[in-house]
């Protein structure tokens, strides 16, 4: 069963207001014992196309890949009190991320407004059912996924940021063999500055479902999810949940109870990815 994330009139009593581009570097001589070619022809008589050498060039010394942009995903249902407000940003691709409003459209969304700028495209969504913003946590999951899949589809490049490539999951640099880097965990439960609830911050390894699975964790223990944040940064998913205890924030020992239990379902899950690779 799905579970519901908020009301419009709960979540804003909650809260207080408040392509990198590659250098290619040339060499400054030539050898004395080849003719000068043009650039073109220097490349193919090598067999290294422009692309290839651009990829080349890309690299570091110890054969990772440079930094390039880093897609960002994030979804705030607090900024707004009518719309689901859907931020994507992509370096400076993110006025190329139009193709977006086709797959919205198809999760049975309606796009009130967009934005493009420099800083990304913001779409306010809400469902095309009910004219209503989406508080569900599987539909708000679907439509992280939706969005990750539509740049991976667009952006070839942006699997392995995502780190669909698994090898650049992995230290080959240890004696003992390859060992995979991953995300550190973090919790941390705090009330908020009105008093009305208590926020859950937690950061961690992407992997889909997780929002879904979070949210069942929290209603096992009979906490109420008011709100959430969900913002993923590339590997890296920050998400915020606002959320009360029979309507107040967390006593202390539910506080310790929600993050060992979180913890442990995060452990759990982390260890089953590593397991499968």
Do not use: W
Request: hydrophobic share 40%.
């Amino acid at each position: 069963m799905a579970q519901s994330l908020a009301t419009r009139s709960v979540a804003r009593s909650c809260v207080t207001p408040g392509v990198n581009a590659c250098l290619i570097t040339r060499p400054t001589t030539l050898s004395s014992r080849r003719p000068f070619l043009n650039r073109s022809a220097r490349l193919s008589s090598t067999g290294v196309t422009s692309a290839t050498r651009r990829a080349i060039a890309c690299r570091a010394s110890n054969g990772t890949t440079m930094a390039g942009p880093v897609p960002t995903v994030k979804i705030d249902n607090i900024r707004d009190p009518f719309a689901t407000v859907l931020t994507v940003e992509y370096g400076e691709k993110t006025g190329e991320l139009l193709d977006a409003i086709t797959a919205l459209k198809n999760l049975g969304l309606n796009i009130r407004r967009a934005k493009v700028n420099t800083a990304g495209t913001t779409f306010f969504i809400t469902d095309a059912d009910t004219s209503e913003k989406i508080v569900k946590s599987a539909r708000l999951e679907d439509i992280r996924m939706t969005i990750l899949n539509s740049l991976v589809a667009k952006f070839p490049e942006v699997g392995e940021a995502l780190s669909l490539g698994k090898s650049n999951d992995f230290d080959t640099n240890k004696i003992l063999g390859n060992r995979r880097r991953v995300v550190q965990t973090t919790i941390d439960v705090v009330e908020a500055s009105n008093g009305s609830c208590s926020v859950l911050k937690i950061v961690t390894q992407d992997r889909p479902g997780l929002l879904v699975d979070i949210v069942r964790v929290l209603k096992d223990i009979n906490l109420n999810v008011v709100s959430a944040e969900i913002d993923t940064d590339g590997k890296l998913v920050k998400d915020e949940f606002f959320i009360t205890y029979h309507g107040e924030p967390l006593p202390a020992p539910m506080v310790t109870l929600v993050t060992n239990s979180l913890q442990y379902y995060l452990s759990i899950g982390e260890i089953a990815k590593e397991e499968s690779y």
